[in-house]
């Protein structure tokens, strides 16, 4: 069982709609969870960090995480054409420094 | 630009070639890590410091793989003896103490081995 899995494939929505991104984790001890935005040939850039259940909101972005499903979610409202990347789930476990990444989730947002 | 930096962006070496690349973290965060990424993957965790202090290594750093930090600031990542398999995007990111710090990662080398 891989520790970060990103099972969606490419995630097509149109301009102005919602979209949705999932990932779960295996580690139960993970203590730290974050999205990153990759654009083509980019780096990864940090978008939101969630530690906490419940749901946390930065403008336009809402992630959520359940720790007891094992579960954190994207939300993109509002999707732009600029919003269109590559989205990576990392976590970090609890008394360990490094981030474990999904493979990621490709999102177009269609104008 | 106080971000973490990475040069060279690109290089290109043939196989068998050694290479080395470079990263300067942001001034104030003591934590550093390499990661690989190949077309279609996550970025991989390779090695982590915490200051000039190399805590932990991943299996996929072999030993051609070896990385320094000796003044606890910018850290060297060198490859001996490259393999085609070594093409991949090198990431450097550094972070603070916190056991909760965001890790801000530079924009990347790019390695190609022809």
């Known amino acids: 069982q891989k520790e970060v899995e990103q099972n969606s494939g490419p995630l097509s929505v149109p301009e102005g709609a919602i979209a949705s991104l999932n990932c779960t984790y295996s580690?139960?001890?993970?203590?730290?969870f974050f999205w990153y935005r990759q654009y083509s040939g980019k780096s990864p850039e940090l978008i939101m960090s969630i530690y906490s259940n419940g749901d946390k909101e930065d403008g336009r972005f809402t992630a959520q995480l359940n720790k007891a499903s094992q579960y954190v979610s994207l939300l993109i409202r509002d999707s732009q054409p600029s919003d269109s990347a590559t989205y990576l789930c990392?976590?970090?476990?609890?008394?360990?420094?490094?981030?474990?990444f999904g493979k990621g989730n490709q999102v177009v947002v269609i104008p | 630009d106080t971000g973490v930096s990475q040069n060279p962006r690109h290089k290109i070496t043939k196989r068998g070639q050694n290479v080395t690349f470079r990263c300067d973290p942001i001034?104030?965060?003591?934590?550093l890590y390499w990661y690989r990424q190949t077309l279609g993957q996550g970025p991989e965790f390779l090695t982590y410091f915490q200051n000039e202090a190399q805590l932990e290594k991943s299996r996929l750093l072999s030993d051609r793989f070896s990385a320094e930090r000796p003044k606890g600031s910018f850290s060297t990542l060198e490859i001996q003896r490259t393999e085609q398999g070594d093409s991949a995007m090198y990431l450097c990111?550094?972070?603070?103490?916190?056991?909760?710090?965001?890790?801000?990662f530079g924009q990347g080398t790019r390695l190609t081995v022809v």
């Open positions: 990111a550094s972070s603070g103490d916190s056991p909760d710090a965001e890790a801000f």
């Open positions: 580690d139960r001890v993970s203590q730290s």
């Open positions: 001034s104030e965060h003591n934590r």
């Open positions: 990392a976590v970090k476990r609890y008394g360990n420094n490094r981030l474990a």
